[in-house]
């Protein structure tokens, strides 16, 4: 995880096989005032990730739920970066 003034970025590594969904709950290093904005980026284009999408549900104060999700697939240690901010 990184902190700069106001906003804070990180990674998840997903791993599955023959799945159309995955989801891995995101905390923050520190609690935000309000809940912030926060956009989810699919560290690789190869195979069939390229087909797929990552976003960020159910945010808060404190964290929010990474999802990422596309036709059937297998992933492994396949990188998904993170960055929330105040607006």
């Known amino acids: ?6 906003s804070e970025s990180g990674l998840k590594t997903f ?5 159309t969904s995955s989801t891995s709950a995101v905390t923050f290093a520190t609690t ?17 990730t390229l087909q797929w999408t990552a976003k960020a549900a159910s945010v808060t104060t404190s964290g929010f739920t990474m999802i990422v999700s596309g036709p059937s697939a297998s992933w ?11 607006p």
């Open 15 to 19: 791993t599955f096989t023959s799945q």
């Open 1 to 6: 995880t990184h902190k700069a003034k106001g």
């Open 76 to 86: 492994s240690a396949v990188d998904v970066d993170w960055m929330a901010f105040m």
């Open 32 to 48: 935000y005032a309000v809940a912030p904005k926060v956009f989810c980026n699919i560290n690789s284009t190869a195979g069939a």
